[in-house]
């Protein structure tokens, strides 16, 4: 079992409702994964994607900057761990940015955690400080880039946080200055109904059987040349909205509960590819997981005989697709 050190107790603060404005962690920002994505590996099991990515063109030892003044909460030294090399600093209002993936830490810590490695030789440590112990303004260097974890290649994982990190947030609803992707697309490449995938024509025809159609859609945002997750996805049925998934909040005891939004069998990701199915259809029919914001199908319960859909697809940065089919059930 892995040693836990724990340095000193922080005393909680209070939420107070602050409208956070936070800045890239990285010069030059560039996106390369986005909030709520699929994840199929890891020590955790297959789970969401509950930050943004930072590029650092692949090298280690890019500075990682505050995003906004706050103070240190903790670090986590651990090689091993998912998010490996981790800095959480606490900002006004209550929120927590975190910063994982780094190959070190800033000079106002480096001390400890250089003794702290040599004494515990690769063990999981946890530091934890008090408010006024290491205070940090906006832009100071809190650690370098790296891959430590589980890290395909080295960049920035960023977080944003509430006061007890029982969810995390899109972290672009926070964010200033991140630049849109001059490549910026909103992509339906594929469509599933059942055990069919088809390619996805607008204004198509497709046949489901049973109650409701299994359908499933191959969707994405290109980005800085990137496959990216999508931000929202609006499903409705002859003008009516039945199903929305919104990533702008997860909760933490959702962070597994990725089979309920993603097809786990054609769903994949490595350092060149990301493939991400979208369910739309019920696998519970009143479930209530944080990113599915409306789910109407237990009142529907069961689909007409032929369906006019209309799913609307948006990105992080605000652009929409709209997209239409027909769905016409075939035998009972």
């Given at each position: 079992?892995?040693?836990?050190?724990?340095?000193?107790?922080?005393?909680?603060?209070?939420?107070?409702?602050?409208?956070?404005?936070?800045?890239?962690?990285?010069?030059?920002?560039?996106?390369?994964?986005?909030?709520?994505?699929?994840?199929?590996?890891g020590s955790r099991g297959p789970h969401f994607?509950?930050?943004?990515?930072?590029?650092?063109?692949?090298?280690?030892?890019?500075?990682?900057?505050?995003?906004?003044?706050?103070?240190?909460?903790?670090?986590?030294?651990?090689?091993?761990?998912?998010?490996?090399?981790?800095?959480?600093?606490?900002?006004?209002?209550?929120?927590?940015?975190?910063?994982?993936?780094?190959?070190?830490f800033a000079p106002a810590v480096k001390e400890?955690?250089?003794?702290?490695?040599?004494?515990?030789?690769?063990?999981?440590?946890?530091?934890?400080?008090?408010?006024?112990?290491?205070?940090?303004?906006?832009?100071?260097?809190?650690?370098?880039?790296?891959?430590?974890g589980e890290a395909m290649k080295p960049h920035?994982?960023?977080?944003?946080?509430?006061?007890?990190?029982?969810?995390?947030?899109?972290?672009?609803?926070?964010?200033?200055?991140?630049?849109?992707?001059?490549?910026?697309?909103?992509?339906?490449?594929?469509?599933?109904?059942?055990?069919?995938?088809?390619?996805?024509?607008?204004?198509?025809?497709?046949?489901?059987?049973?109650?409701?159609?299994?359908?499933?859609?191959?969707?994405?945002?290109?980005?800085?040349?990137?496959?990216?997750?999508?931000?929202?996805?609006?499903?409705?049925?002859?003008?009516?909205?039945?199903?929305?998934?919104?990533?702008?909040?997860?909760?933490?005891?959702?962070?597994?509960?990725?089979?309920?939004?993603?097809?786990?069998?054609?769903?994949?990701?490595?350092?060149?590819?990301?493939?991400?199915?979208?369910?739309?259809?019920?696998?519970?029919?009143?479930?209530?997981?944080?990113?599915?914001?409306?789910?109407?199908?237990?009142?529907?319960?069961?689909?007409?005989?032929?369906?006019?859909?209309?799913?609307?697809?948006?990105?992080?940065?605000?652009?929409?697709?709209?997209?239409?089919?027909?769905?016409?059930?075939?035998?009972?």
């Open positions: 079992m892995k040693k836990l050190l724990a340095v000193l107790i922080v005393v909680g603060i209070s939420f107070f409702g602050y409208a956070l404005k936070l800045y890239p962690p990285v010069d030059n920002p560039r996106v390369t994964s986005t909030f709520g994505e699929y994840r199929p590996l994607h509950m930050g943004l990515d930072f590029s650092t063109a692949r090298r280690i030892g890019i500075d990682i900057k505050a995003a906004a003044d706050g103070y240190l909460d903790r670090i986590v030294i651990d090689k091993d761990d998912i998010y490996g090399y981790v800095v959480v600093l606490v900002h006004e209002g209550g929120y927590k940015t975190l910063y994982a993936h780094m190959s070190d400890i955690t250089d003794d702290l490695e040599r004494e515990f030789n690769g063990e999981r440590v946890i530091v934890q400080f008090h408010p006024d112990d290491v205070i940090f303004k906006k832009g100071d260097v809190i650690g370098k880039s790296g891959s430590t920035c994982h960023f977080e944003v946080r509430d006061e007890e990190e029982k969810s995390s947030y899109d972290p672009m609803l926070f964010l200033a200055g991140v630049p849109r992707p001059i490549d910026e697309k909103v992509v339906l490449d594929k469509i599933s109904v059942g055990s069919t995938v088809m390619s996805f024509v607008d204004g198509g025809e497709y046949e489901f059987k049973g109650d409701f159609p299994k359908l499933e859609i191959l969707s994405y945002s290109i980005g800085n040349g990137n496959r990216l997750g999508l931000k929202d996805i609006k499903y409705y049925l002859n003008g009516s909205l039945i199903y929305e998934l919104s990533f702008s909040k997860i909760d933490w005891l959702d962070f597994g509960n990725v089979s309920y939004v993603y097809d786990g069998e054609k769903s994949r990701m490595n350092v060149e590819e990301y493939v991400a199915w979208y369910k739309l259809y019920p696998i519970d029919l009143e479930a209530n997981l944080s990113m599915i914001k409306v789910n109407r199908f237990s009142e529907i319960k069961r689909f007409p005989d032929v369906a006019n859909v209309r799913i609307i697809l948006e990105d992080a940065w605000g652009m929409k697709k709209e997209a239409r089919i027909v769905l016409r059930r075939v035998g009972d």
